[in-house]
């Protein structure tokens, strides 16, 4: 399904294949509001490498070929759009941070170069014992349940990932392993997070007459700006004695070396609800997919936990070096996104008009979505068994012989996810503690992950 007839002569848009919609209304009922991305998956199964659907008076591309995604990958000629999803995503908190920034903007400029360092090597160093310090606590969690109790594994994890990015974002403890109910700021977010969803379902005129649900997205807004700008103040208060080497003391002393700026508070503040928003989802599921793989996979997780038992040894907390050596545990967690990549879908358009797969003109600012599931399902690149669970699609010879392309769970070029060695060494680091410590003596039987479905 990957390549496209590059034999004919040059189209139109009208020319992409697509389901037939209604007049006025175009595709809008072909979208399954449940589950889009497992709709859009079927249809690009139909329809191919590139297909086209059409909203009332606008139309947006689903590329899921790997050829078709190369290309719409070159930052010369495509760029990040944000869509409507993206802003009000943008208005409901994330505000001008990283993820909801236009490409344009001389502010993500200033803390893409400014952020770079705080998400690189040395930094995560730093991390790893905030890292092992909220795994010891879901750790012992675990280790602590009865044999034949059920174990909430995505509700543990999203503790586990949500208490990880603010304390090594901010020294800030949600506790949540000490909590039953999610923290209030969690409750603010997810609110906000569903009302921004629904918003970009609606038109202008509906979103306004929900004067209720309005005024709980100002409130909740209001709460997690307060909670932040808390934060931030404190720490500004602290001044030299502050924690300069977690990621606020890193932003608030950070310069962009081009400009010699650094980042305002508002910035700061929109930056932090961009991470908590952006890093702890997407994690989390990583981690809930992983567990039920390993769990179906009893071979699998034997290895893995082998590598665990043999690169810890008996530290009880691990080291930098060892968390790096648990290759296969990195090589289960690379093949889960590659099956579920938790963030399944990135919007790129074209700079200028453009042809696509030399064989579609397309306009420029038209939507192109990349629908990752399917991508990362292609058989002509990964083989008849692409949609198996096999962590031995992810070798280094097998993924260098690959266009790095045809692996996109972390989205793009400069912007990709700048979290991304964040989340591995996260994901990897607890994995760790969870094998040898719990998981081994108490393996849980009756665990609850999230089934995925079969696709
Ligand atoms: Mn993350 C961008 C996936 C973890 C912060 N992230 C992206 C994009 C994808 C993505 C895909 C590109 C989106 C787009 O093009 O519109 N992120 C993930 C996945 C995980 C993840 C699958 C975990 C697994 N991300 C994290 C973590 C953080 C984070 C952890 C922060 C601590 N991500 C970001 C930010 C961006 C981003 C910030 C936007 C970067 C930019 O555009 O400059």
Known sequence: MSTVDTSGTVGGIDDIPGPRGLPLVGNLFDIDSHDPVEGFVAMA?????????????????????ADIVEEVCDDSRFDKMIGAG??????????????????????????????????????????LPKMIDVADQLTDKWARTNPGEDVDVPADMTRLTLDTIALCGFGYRFNSFYREAPHPFVEAMTRTLTESQARSRQLPLQTRLRVRAQ??????????????????????AQGAAGDATDLLGRMINGVDRQTGEGLPDENIRAQCIT???????TTSGLLSF??????????????ARAEADEALGDSAVPTFEQVQRLTYVRRVLDETLRLWP??????????????????YAVPRRTPITVLIPALHRDTSVWGPDAAEFDPDHMTSERLAALSTNSYKPFGTGQRACIGRQF?????????????????????????????????
């Open 45 to 65: 199964r139909e329809y191919g490498p590139i297909f086209k659907l059409s909203g009332a008076g606008s139309v947006r591309l689903i590329a899921s070929g």
């Open 86 to 127: 993206l802003s009000n995503v943008r208005s409901g908190g994330a505000g001008n941070g990283l993820f909801t920034s236009e490409t344009s903007d001389p502010i993500w400029h200033r803390a893409h170069n400014i952020l770079m360092s705080p998400f690189g090597m040395q930094a995560m160093r730093d991390y």
């Open 290 to 303: 992983a567990l039920y793989y390993l769990l179906k996979n009893p071979a699998f997780l034997e290895r």
């Open 342 to 359: 938790t963030a399944p879908a990135f919007t790129r358009t074209p700079l200028e008009d453009t042809v696509l797969g030399g064989r």
């Open 275 to 281: 991470f908590l928003i952006a890093g702890h989802e």
């Open 423 to 455: 989340a591995l060494q996260e994901a990897c680091s607890c994995w760790g503690p969870c094998y040898s410590a719990s998981i081994s003596s108490t393996t849980p039987t009756t665990c609850s992950t999230r089934r995925p479905r079969s696709r």
């Open 215 to 236: 005024r709980r997205m100002e409130e909740d807004q209001a709460f997690m700006e307060a909670l932040v700008d808390g934060i931030v103040a404190e720490r500004r």
